[in-house]
């Protein structure tokens, strides 16, 4: 696949793929045809093995320590949300 098949393969942007490709998180692109091309296949590796590694959510600054995340959050609890203030009265 072009660099433009696989960022939409991927359902990301060209620019984002690259930074991925960049990381080591995805693979680097074979020459082939006179262009640089990705295989389907081993993309679908990579991804398996960024998703065999459990919850993600684990690691992650933003969720570590928290098993039930969403009882947190004011987006998935509305009474855990601050009170609207009122609006003035002209």
Known sequence: MLRKT???YLDMSEAAFER???SGRLPMPI????KE?????QI???LSNLT??????ATSKLY???NDWRSKSPVYNPELAQPERGRRKK
């Not at 065999?52 to 959510?57: I, L, N, V």
């Open 31 to 34: 020459f082939f045809g006179g």
């Open 6 to 8: 696989a960022a939409a």
């Open 64 to 66: 570590a320590g928290s």
């Open 52 to 57: 065999d590694g459990g919850d993600w959510r």
């Open 44 to 46: 679908d590796v990579y």
């Open 37 to 41: 091309r990705w295989s389907r296949e």
């Open 20 to 22: 991925e490709v960049v």
